[in-house]
């Protein structure tokens, strides 16, 4: 598979495609092989073919982040929205883990749902306080004109991780001091 791997990254997508089939035809079920595949398919614009091949990269492999969003990706793209949102809410409501309930932010705030992205992400900071699920607030309210909720957001960020220089960096161009006194811990 390394050629078809070369290739991939040539960017010659069906020599990808070629290689890939050809040894999963010798060694069946390896999903980081069918997750290249995928991707190969998706580079050629065959977003069902990509689809596919993510999902049973997925099934071989249910806890492979890369695999989830590439085949919740694929799925949207093929016109079932519907059914990714639905997948990557069971995985966030089976885990309840907030790497997941960012995933699922994350695919809500790329469908255009803004409210809905919000209340995810939330609970990813609810269900593990850290500077990641606040970041992703930030990001999300910046996204969405909400500058104040967006403050609020970065204040947790540097709670957490006080020399994170983006988000330093994202406090000055809002007109505030990332000094001492600005970072806040989350009210729970």
Do not use: C, K
Not at 4 to 25: I, K, N, Q, T
Not at 57 to 74: C, F, G, K, Q
Not at 121 to 144: D, F, G
Not at 160 to 182: C, E, I, M, Q
Request: charged fraction near 25%; avoid cysteine.
């Amino acid at each position: 598979h390394t050629r078809g791997d070369a290739a991939l990254l040539d960017g010659r997508y069906a020599d990808a495609v070629s290689h890939y089939e050809a040894y999963l035809e010798r060694r069946p079920g390896r999903h980081g092989v069918l997750y290249d595949l995928g991707r190969a398919y998706e580079g050629m614009g065959e977003t069902s073919a990509a689809r596919e091949a993510f999902s049973v990269a997925y099934e071989l492999d249910p806890d492979e982040p890369v695999y989830i969003e590439a085949l919740a990706r694929t799925m949207a793209a093929n016109g079932e929205a519907d059914s990714a949102f639905d997948m990557l809410e069971r995985i966030a409501l089976d885990t309840h883990r907030a790497e997941a309930y960012l995933r699922l932010g994350a695919f809500l705030r790329d469908e255009g749902l803004a409210d809905e992205a919000v209340q995810a992400m939330t609970i990813a900071a609810h269900v593990q306080p850290s500077a990641e699920p606040y970041r992703a607030l930030a990001e999300a309210y910046a996204l969405y004109g909400s500058t104040t909720r967006e403050i609020d957001a970065l204040r947790h960020v540097l709670w957490f991780s006080p020399n994170d220089a983006v988000a330093r960096s994202r406090v000055r161009a809002l007109g505030y001091v990332p000094g001492p006194t600005f970072a806040s811990p989350p009210v729970p």
